[in-house]
T-cell receptor
Framework: KAGVTQTPRYLIKTRGQQVTLSCSPI?????VSWYQQTPGQGLQFLFE???????NKGNFPGRFSGRQFSNSRSEMNVSTLELGDSALYLC???????????????FGPGTRLTVT | GENVEQHPSTLSVQEGDSAVIKCTYS??????FPWYKQELGKGPQLIID?????GEKKDQRIAVTLNKTAKHFSLHITETQPEDSAVYFC????????FGAGTRLAVHP
């Protein structure tokens, strides 16, 4: 079974631009969560989508948004990019979603975003 | 708020020795405690997890223990090998996962 895939793997953007990242979960998984990983803040939860609905949200500004399609693929959008948005963006999929409280999440390789 | 403290931040051992990483959490509602291994240039890989109704779980050279009363959980790696070198993250949660800051483990041949 194929793992979680993320595209693109690397991205360079300029301050003020917007960016869209894509995540395809493991086949059969309905939940996709997004995380931001930086050396200073570590792994931080952005939001989770389950059956096209956002179920949980972390403490990030409204510039960070996402959506999920009927095939469970998810996209994350960051508008008005800031230098501090440079990070590795990871998505993770699971079959039942985090509300169940105890299901395994499997991560993709991430998208390395650099904002200049 | 919710947080997870992870210690140590770096750990250096000789091949064949054991390694122990400890975490403390604050969210009493947490019932799921996964551990992840992240190698350079890759996403975190789930290596073992434990549910709140279990005190200990073992998978070959890896074991996890959980003390819900003290809100502590630990990862134990025995007979370490150079390929165990990576960054390890503890995490826990109920409706979202909170991660520790990570432990960089170096296993020297």
């Amino acid at each position: 079974k194929a793992g979680v895939t993320q595209t693109p793997r690397y991205l360079i953007k300029t301050r003020g631009q917007q960016v869209t990242l894509s995540c395809s979960p493991i086949s059969g998984h309905r939940s996709v969560s997004w995380y931001q990983q930086t050396p200073g803040q570590g792994l931080q939860f952005l939001f989770e989508y389950f059956s096209e609905t956002q179920r949980n949200k972390g403490n990030f500004p409204g510039r960070f948004s996402g959506r999920q399609f009927s095939n469970s693929r998810s996209e994350m959008n960051v508008s008005t990019l800031e230098l501090g948005d440079s990070a590795l963006y990871l998505c993770a999929s699971s079959w039942a979603g985090l509300v169940a409280g105890d299901v395994e999440q499997y991560f993709g390789p991430g998208t390395r975003l650099t904002v200049t | 708020g919710e947080n997870v403290e992870q210690h140590p931040s770096t750990l250096s051992v000789q091949e064949g020795d054991s390694a122990v990483i400890k975490c403390t959490y604050s969210d009493s509602a947490s019932n799921y405690f996964p551990w992840y291994k992240q190698e350079l240039g890759k996403g975190p890989q789930l290596i073992i997890d434990i549910r709140s109704n279990v005190g200990e779980k073992k998978d070959q050279r890896i074991a996890v223990t959980l003390n819900k009363t003290a809100k502590h959980f630990s990862l134990h790696i025995t007979e370490t090998q150079p390929e165990d070198s990576a960054v390890y993250f503890c995490s826990n949660g109920y409706n979202k996962l909170i991660f520790g800051a990570g432990t960089r483990l170096a296993v020297h041949p």
